[in-house]
């Protein structure tokens, strides 16, 4: 998840009432099941949730899950429909270096130089002394780089991975290495290029030798030819109360920190070899010890809680029971994953929209599935409003700018006609006013914009408010020429008839027309 775009949003609505299904549960825990089913209806419905996957696992298999909706080809939803997994990436990612790390062919505690020596960050000496750990908990020094524009790059020519870390020597670092815990998929940039080189292989073939193959991960993406093989469907963004379907290039770049895609059925295989102690089937991912360190919170988080290697490390408030959660986004999807190891127990949501408005009530589902099968009662989230009403009140202020525009142009127009004559005074006035909406055309493209990096970013993520930003900049900016228009007209009309323009310079009423 990017916590710099939950301060914009975007509008809810619904596509249409969706019914949520489930397989057959066990008979002892059909009561349990029709609880969860209630519950996820209710929380698909609330947030216009087109396609929802979830499932209950526990110890080494799915005993729920729940299917409703469509996909975004509008295909029914099923368990082996594909799903961009976001920030749930990472622990895949995780989990391919600690195999490594088991191998004796990285060391967590080296530099990543030792493993990457071409690594470039903004500070040399820095660079020496960023571990591989540091990376894998957040704790280099990096800053989150979504702002800097380099993440959601859509670069599947190969090499794309590599170009995108040494993109990173022109960012400024955050912090010190080791210092304090800063969330930044750029950790997992350079870990994915850390992987390469140590390999000799693209990371997402690695990754699926490793990883994907042994767990049997059927649906699962990690290319853009994966991809296209599959069918992924298109995800969907909100605009001004409508989820708005959204099918941008795959982005194998990505893969290391947000864009590996998958099925439920996948997701639930991943969730079972990490409650068995990384056993899946006849497979061992990684020992017991190992699945233990990574799942051991090992930097303080400022929101609470600890990162560990990969994951987060946290108790689930209401309940106290530890859990070990990922949670993570991309232009279209959300997805979650919440372990409880010590119930042997783990809940999977995957949902084909996503809005940074909502992000706090799409999180909260995985939690509150949780605390219904511990026998606690849920702590639903719920849509910032406020956040959701910033379109809705941009393009108010654009349909205001029209009327003031149009109003403009008319007056000026039937003042011009009635009295030609102009003075000093009137055309200082109308340069004021076209200055002053230049500036407000130059602060809605800077200001708002600027806050998540850029118009670019923002168009991305809240569609609605990145076009009601260049609409109400554009309405300002030909405020800005209309009134440049009269002026220039006034001037030139006093400069013909200086003497009647310095007559009506004592008489004429200021006017922004």
Do not use: C
């Not at 057959?24 to 996957?53: C, F, M, Q, W």
């Not at 594909?82 to 990472?90: C, E, H, I, T």
């Not at 030792?114 to 960023?130: F, G, I, K, Q, Y």
């Amino acid at each position: 998840m990017r916590p710099q775009l939950r301060r914009f949003a975007v509008a809810l609505a619904a596509v249409g009432a969706l019914a949520i299904t489930s397989g057959p549960p066990a008979s002892a825990a059909g009561d349990e099941t029709d609880r969860v089913r209630t519950y996820l209806d209710h929380y698909r419905k609330t947030n216009h949730i087109p396609g929802l996957a979830a499932a209950v696992v526990r110890g080494d298999r799915v005993v729920q899950e729940h299917l409703a909706g469509v996909a975004g080809d509008g295909t029914p939803v099923t368990a082996q429909t594909p799903f961009l997994y976001g920030s749930v990436s990472k622990p895949f990612t995780a989990l391919a270096v600690l195999q490594l790390a088991e191998d004796g062919r990285i060391s967590l505690d080296a530099p990543a130089r030792v493993h990457l020596p071409w690594l470039r960050l903004s500070d040399e000496a820095a660079t020496a002394r960023v571990t591989v750990r540091q990376l894998l908990t957040h704790t280099s020094g990096l800053p989150e780089v979504i702002t800097a524009g380099l993440t959601d790059r859509y670069d599947n020519a190969p090499g794309g991975v590599a170009r995108a870390v040494r993109d990173l020597a022109d960012v400024p670092l955050a912090g010190q290495p080791g210092s304090e815990h800063r969330y930044s998929d750029a950790n997992y940039m350079v870990l994915g290029a850390l992987v390469e080189e140590v390999t000799g292989r693209p990371f997402a073939e690695h990754l699926r030798r490793s990883v994907l193959d042994p767990l049997r991960m059927r649906q699962a993406a990690a290319t853009a030819a994966d991809a296209e093989r599959l069918g992924l469907p298109a995800g969907h963004r909100r605009y001004l109360g409508r989820a708005q379907e959204f099918d941008p290039p795959y982005d194998t770049s990505g893969v290391p920190y947000g864009y590996l895609a998958g099925s439920l059925t996948d997701l639930g295989n991943f969730a079972a070899a990490q409650l068995n102690e990384g056993r899946f089937g006849e497979s061992r991912l990684l020992s017991a010890d190992g699945v233990t360190r990574m799942h051991r919170g090992q930097a303080p988080i400022a929101s609470g809680g600890r990162y560990a290697l990969g994951w987060r490390d946290t108790v689930l408030s209401g309940s106290g029971a530890r859990t070990v959660w990922h949670a993570g986004a991309t232009p279209g999807f959300f997805a979650h994953v919440v372990l409880v190891p010590e119930a042997d127990l783990a809940v999977i949501l995957l949902a084909n929209l996503y809005h940074p408005a909502a992000d706090p009530a799409l999180a909260s589902a995985g939690f509150d599935v949780a605390r219904i099968l511990l026998g606690v009662p849920p702590q639903p989230a719920t849509n910032d409003t406020l956040l959701l009403s910033v379109a809705p009140a941009l393009f108010g202020v654009a349909g205001l700018l029209m009327i003031v525009l149009i109003a403009t142009v008319v007056r000026g127009t039937r003042r011009h006609r009635a009295d030609p004559r102009t003075g000093r005074r009137a055309v200082a006035t109308s340069a004021a006013w076209a200055l002053g909406w230049a500036a407000g055309a130059g602060a809605a493209l800077l200001v708002l914009p600027s806050l998540v990096g850029g118009l670019g970013l923002l168009l991305l993520w809240t569609p609605d408010i990145g076009h009601a930003t260049v609409a109400v900049a554009a309405l300002a900016g030909l405020l800005a020429l209309a009134h440049t228009t009269t002026a220039l007209a006034r001037l030139r009309a006093r400069r013909a008839r200086p003497a009647a323009g310095d007559l009506a310079s004592t008489s004429e009423p200021v006017s922004v027309g």
